[in-house]
Each structure stands twice: as structure tokens, then as C-alpha cells.
């Protein structure tokens, strides 16, 4: 397994964590199994969103001894009633259901408290100038969490919040087919036939900044519906073609400020599929060649940071700079810490003699060159050769 540092938190966490979707209406012996594979491979970490009372006493027994080893991302804002999941912001009740969490848990501390499901930025507004903050902020003083989160579907609202400086980690549904659409208050758009019905071409510019923003700002991005609900992998995905688990893992993986992805399985076997992802190939990673030949999507002049343009003869990493690049670029400056990454590079982007090598490779059209050439005039006031 490997190890990501989740953002300006400083806490690593496998790449693999767990979704807790699977979990709720199950008994001890599946908490057990699942529990048992997913420590066998080193994952450390997982998102608690459900108040399913159980299944949170069920958790809380399998973290037993291990606690101080394992990353807890849980939810403030979700209540348990007539038997189901409901999101709250009545304080009463935010309050109840987070000392029912600690307790279920068997801990005096969660390391993330992620406000639930923030899908709007009035909704933010609202949350950032009122008590459901005030609250976080004070659990944190107390040291009852650890640092402070939002989840949101909506890359307008989580742009508000990463932009206020008052939340260290996102949790945002990052896949290739919901980065293609703009932002809107009304998740269901994300899964609706009609939202794919018509062509569609490169990220969405709103997507595209909240990661880079994110990066620029150290907030450190966990992942949700990386497989889309599993619409992704069916032969009917919005994409036009099933892409396989790898793909969707590794698509998530290379996105700015991503450290984590949390996988919401249902049985060991998908658990297995998911954690077999850092023992895959490079070439069963690889979505750069299944999203070239997709029906109904194209990405063509941008670039994935999928590293189709390696190896370079001069040993430059034309992805990274380029992630550099677009970095900068979204900030309208050089960040002092995007500066510092680039000039620890072994081969920075004045090493390139453009060849167009990496041009010759890239499955999506990027002018490389070009890049090159802005990179090494932005960083360092040189030009490639």
C-alpha cells in the first residue's frame, strides 16, 4: 500500500481507504472480514458518514487497540431516524449524534469532522458564518477533532469553502464523467441519462480550478463515487463504454490534491478488485487510452496528467511540469510552494529540446512543446532548447 500526505493535515493515508456504504444493515462477521482484508493490506483510513448507530458500535469494536494507527474521517450533521440516514443542521441534534459517534467508537477524538453535504454556496454561507462552524472550531480547541472538513458534489460551493481557509480537507465525487459537467446545487444532475445526452468535451473550467486550488492551498481531497454509484463500470455508463476499476481509481489518483480515495464496497470481492489497484500494472492502470476512444466524450488539447508522454529523453516529468504549470496558471502567480516543487525537479522544463517525442505519444492532442516552453518561462525566465 502506498501513502499519501492528506494535504496542510500532515496525516498519511493509504491510498485505499474505506467508504462505509457497505457496512450498514450488516452484522459482525462482515465488519469483521472486511475489517480483517482491508488492515491485512495496509489501508489505514475510511469515511463514517452513516449514523447507523450498529454499525458505528460494530466499527468501534474493530478499531479496538488500533485506534491511534487508523485515520477517522466522520461526518457532523448526520442523525439517525425511523432507521435510515437523514442530514441535519438543528445543533441539538448535530451535538447528540457526535457524542453517540465517540462513544460507538470507543475514541475521545475523530482526525477529521467533515460537515455533511454541502451542496450550495448560500447553504455554505450559512454554515461558514454560523453555529454548525462555531461548533467544529470548538470541538477542534477541545481536541475532539482534529482538523475540520466539508463533503459536496457542487465545485462551486467547495470552491467557497477551500477558498475561506477554514477547512483542511474536502471530500468531492471525483470521476471522469462527473468532472465533464458544471457546477450544480442538485447532485442528481450527476447521474442523470440527460446530463450525458449530448457531446461532451474537457473538464468543466469550475472542476479543474477546485483541484488546483485545493493543491495551491494545502486542503487535501478524499474521494467520493470514484466509480460513479458503479455506473462507470456498467456497459451503460455515461461515458458510452464500462471503464474498469483501476481506471477510475488511478483517473482520481492523478488529480491535483487528492490523497485518498474511499471505496464504499459491498463484499470482500470489491474490497479485493479495489485494493488490487496497488499491485496493477501500468497498463492496467492506464486510462488514457480508454478515454481517447470514448463514444461521447472528448478531452482532446487537455491535459490528463496521465504520463502517456514518458519517458523523456531528457528525463523531464512532462506531467508534473505541466501540473506545475496549470497550477500557476489558475493562480495567476507562482506560488512560493509551487516554485519550490518545480526547482527540486531532477529535469526542469529548460531541459527540453523539443523533440516531440512526448507529442507523438499523447493520446489527447496536448501541445507539449508549447508548455515546455511557457514552464521554463515562467519558472525560471529561461526557454527550452
Same mark, same amino acid.
Given at each position: 500500500?502506498?501513502?499519501?500526505?492528506?494535504?496542510?493535515?500532515?496525516?498519511?493515508?493509504?491510498?485505499?481507504?474505506?467508504?462505509?456504504?457497505?457496512?450498514?444493515?450488516?452484522?459482525?462477521?462482515?465488519?469483521?472480514?472486511?475489517?480483517?482484508?482491508?488492515?491485512?493490506?495496509?489501508?489505514?483510513?475510511?469515511?463514517?458518514?452513516?449514523?447507523?448507530?450498529?454499525?458505528?458500535?460494530?466499527?468501534?469494536?474493530?478499531?479496538?487497540?488500533?485506534?491511534?494507527?487508523?485515520?477517522?474521517?466522520?461526518?457532523?450533521?448526520?442523525?439517525?431516524?425511523?432507521?435510515?440516514?437523514?442530514?441535519?443542521?438543528?445543533?441539538?441534534?448535530?451535538?447528540?449524534?457526535?457524542?453517540?459517534?465517540?462513544?460507538?467508537?470507543?475514541?475521545?477524538?475523530?482526525?477529521?469532522?467533515?460537515?455533511?453535504? %454541502?451542496? &450550495?454556496?448560500? +447553504?455554505?454561507?450559512?454554515?461558514? #458564518?454560523? /453555529?454548525?462552524?462555531?461548533?467544529?472550531? $470548538?470541538?477542534? =480547541?477541545?481536541?475532539?477533532?482534529?482538523?475540520?472538513?466539508?463533503?459536496?458534489?457542487?465545485?462551486?460551493?467547495?470552491?467557497?469553502?477551500?477558498?475561506?481557509?477554514?477547512?483542511?480537507?474536502?471530500?468531492?465525487?471525483?470521476?471522469?464523467?462527473?468532472?465533464?459537467?458544471?457546477?450544480?446545487?442538485?447532485?442528481?444532475?450527476?447521474?442523470?441519462?440527460?446530463?450525458?445526452?449530448?457531446?461532451?468535451?474537457?473538464?468543466?473550467?469550475?472542476?479543474?480550478?477546485?483541484?488546483?486550488?485545493?493543491?495551491?492551498?494545502?486542503?487535501?481531497?478524499?474521494?467520493?463515487?470514484?466509480?460513479?454509484?458503479?455506473?462507470?463500470?456498467?456497459?451503460?455508463?455515461?461515458?458510452?463504454?464500462?471503464?474498469?476499476?483501476?481506471?477510475?481509481?488511478?483517473?482520481?489518483?492523478?488529480?491535483?490534491?487528492?490523497?485518498?480515495?474511499?471505496?464504499? %464496497?459491498? &463484499?470482500?470481492? +470489491?474490497?479485493?478488485?479495489?485494493? #488490487?489497484? /496497488?499491485?496493477?500494472?501500468?497498463?492496467? $492502470?492506464?486510462? =488514457?487510452?480508454?478515454?481517447?476512444?470514448?463514444?461521447?466524450?472528448?478531452?482532446?488539447?487537455?491535459?490528463?496528467?496521465?504520463?502517456?508522454?514518458?519517458?523523456?529523453?531528457?528525463?523531464?516529468?512532462?506531467?508534473?511540469?505541466?501540473?506545475?504549470?496549470?497550477?500557476?496558471?489558475?493562480?495567476?502567480?507562482?506560488?512560493?510552494?509551487?516554485?519550490?516543487?518545480?526547482?527540486?525537479?531532477?529535469?526542469?522544463?529548460?531541459?527540453?529540446?523539443?523533440?516531440?517525442?512526448?507529442?507523438?505519444?499523447?493520446?489527447?492532442?496536448?501541445?507539449?512543446?508549447?508548455?515546455?516552453?511557457?514552464?521554463?518561462?515562467?519558472?525560471?525566465?529561461?526557454?527550452?532548447?
Amino acid at each position: 500500500m502506498k501513502y499519501r500526505t492528506l494535504g496542510r493535515t500532515g496525516l498519511q493515508v493509504s491510498e485505499i481507504g474505506l467508504g462505509c456504504e457497505g457496512f450498514s444493515g450488516r452484522d459482525e462477521t462482515f465488519t469483521k472480514e472486511m475489517f480483517g482484508l482491508a488492515l491485512e493490506h495496509g489501508v489505514n483510513c475510511m469515511d463514517l458518514y452513516s449514523p447507523d448507530p450498529e454499525m458505528r458500535s460494530r466499527i468501534g469494536r474493530m478499531l479496538r487497540g488500533k485506534r491511534e494507527s487508523f485515520v477517522m474521517q466522520a461526518h457532523l450533521c448526520t442523525v439517525w431516524k425511523d432507521g435510515q440516514y437523514q442530514r441535519t443542521r438543528d445543533m441539538e441534534e448535530v451535538k447528540a449524534s457526535f457524542e453517540d459517534l465517540l462513544t460507538r467508537l470507543q475514541t475521545d477524538y475523530i482526525d477529521i469532522g467533515m460537515i455533511h453535504y %454541502v451542496d &450550495s454556496v448560500d +447553504e455554505w454561507k450559512e454554515i461558514a #458564518d454560523g /453555529e454548525v462552524m462555531q461548533y467544529a472550531f $470548538r470541538l477542534k =480547541a477541545e481536541g475532539r477533532i482534529r482538523h475540520v472538513g466539508i463533503s459536496s458534489h457542487n465545485p462551486a460551493a467547495a470552491l467557497a469553502a477551500v477558498g475561506s481557509g477554514l477547512v483542511d480537507v474536502l471530500m468531492f465525487s471525483v470521476n471522469p464523467c462527473y468532472d465533464l459537467l458544471p457546477p450544480d446545487e442538485n447532485c442528481e444532475s450527476l447521474w442523470l441519462e440527460s446530463s450525458y445526452e449530448k457531446p461532451l468535451l474537457n473538464m468543466d473550467p469550475d472542476r479543474e480550478k477546485l483541484y488546483e486550488t485545493c493543491q495551491r492551498l494545502g486542503v487535501g481531497i478524499t474521494v467520493m463515487k470514484a466509480f460513479g454509484g458503479g455506473d462507470l463500470l456498467s456497459p451503460h455508463s455515461p461515458a458510452g463504454m464500462a471503464l474498469t476499476v483501476n481506471q477510475c481509481i488511478h483517473y482520481a489518483l492523478t488529480r491535483p490534491a487528492v490523497a485518498s480515495v474511499m471505496s464504499g %464496497v459491498r &463484499s470482500a470481492e +470489491e474490497l479485493q478488485a479495489n485494493l #488490487d489497484y /496497488e499491485t496493477a500494472s501500468d497498463s492496467e $492502470r492506464d486510462y =488514457a487510452s480508454a478515454f481517447a476512444a470514448l463514444p461521447k466524450i472528448s478531452w482532446q488539447g487537455h491535459c490528463m496528467y496521465c504520463g502517456h508522454c514518458a519517458p523523456c529523453p531528457q528525463g523531464i516529468d512532462v506531467a508534473t511540469v505541466t501540473k506545475f504549470l496549470n497550477l500557476s496558471k489558475a493562480q495567476g502567480a507562482v506560488p512560493e510552494t509551487v516554485r519550490e516543487h518545480y526547482a527540486a525537479l531532477a529535469h526542469t522544463a529548460d531541459a527540453c529540446i523539443q523533440c516531440g517525442a512526448c507529442e507523438s505519444r499523447c493520446p489527447f492532442g496536448v501541445p507539449i512543446r508549447e508548455n515546455m516552453k511557457e514552464a521554463a518561462a515562467l519558472f525560471t525566465g529561461s526557454s527550452a532548447k
